[in-house]
Structures are given as structure tokens and as C-alpha cells.
């Protein structure tokens, strides 16, 4: 395996994790947005609190596949850190899909890697906040 392999891995890798973020911004601009919309509308409802909800899991979901990248540029930069040790002809770069097959959780543990990204603080604001806010405020 040549370094270059690696680095050019890394490089697409690191883009696409970017990129990931750049959306995961994106969904909770959206809720923001819609929030404010619907309140200066003066339309406020049960069914926005659905909607936040689906919202906050979907950019759940697109920080679920953001963590898959996470984990194999770890293997990467891990790989770069040693390159000393590389050998030609090793196949270790472009592994990031049959790394991920290998490895692919159960439909339960694929909910629980939901889960656990919805609840971490970067995923979890502004949805808990839009989400409490709206409640709070159909409950008057």
C-alpha cells in the first residue's frame, strides 16, 4: 500500500465528513425556521411537534452515517501515523464500505446508533429546545 493511497482515502473522507456536518446544520436551520414561521403565523400545533421530532431524527440519522466516516478515517490517520511500516501491495486503503459490512449493526443496534446521536448536545440543539419551547407554549 503506497501512502498516497492513504492520503487521497483521507482526503475524500475527510470532505465527505464535512459535508455531513454542512447538512446536519441544515436540518436544524430548517426546524429554526419552521418554528418561527409557524409561530409568527400564528399556526402553532400539535403536528409541528411531530414534525420537529422527525426533523431531529432524521439529522440523528445523518450524524449516524457521518460516525461511519469518523470511524474509518481513525483507521486511516492510524495507518498514516505508522507508514514507516507499510508494505507494497497491502490493500488497506479504500476500505470503507466492506469495513462498514463487516461491521454493520443489527436493525437494533442500528436504532440505538440513532438514539445515541439524537441525545448528543451537537444533535440534540436546537431540536430539544424548538421541541419544549412548542409544548410549552400549546399547553398555555
Known amino acids: 500500500m ?23 446544520l441544515l436540518i436544524k436551520l430548517l426546524a429554526i425556521v419552521l ?8 399556526q402553532l400545533g400539535g403536528w409541528l411537534l411531530l ?19 469518523d470511524a ?7 495507518l498514516l501515523s505508522n507508514k514507516p511500516q507499510l508494505h507494497g501491495g497491502d490493500s488497506h486503503a479504500w476500505q470503507f464500505n466492506s469495513q462498514y459490512q ?5 436493525f437494533a443496534g442500528l436504532l440505538r446508533a440513532y438514539a ?19 409544548a410549552l407554549f400549546l399547553l398555555q
Open 116 to 134: 445515541r446521536q439524537a441525545l448528543r448536545p451537537t444533535v440534540a440543539f436546537p431540536h430539544v429546545p424548538l421541541l419544549l419551547g412548542v
Open 102 to 106: 463487516q461491521n454493520r449493526p443489527s
Open 51 to 69: 414534525l420537529l421530532l422527525i426533523l431531529w431524527v432524521q439529522d440523528a440519522i445523518w450524524k449516524t452515517f457521518q460516525s461511519r466516516i
Open 2 to 24: 503506497h501512502t498516497s493511497d492513504l492520503a487521497s482515502e483521507w482526503a475524500l473522507l475527510q470532505n465527505q465528513f464535512d459535508s455531513y456536518e454542512k447538512y446536519s
Open 35 to 42: 418554528t418561527a414561521a409557524t409561530f409568527l403565523a400564528g
Open 72 to 78: 474509518r478515517l481513525l483507521v486511516v490517520e492510524n
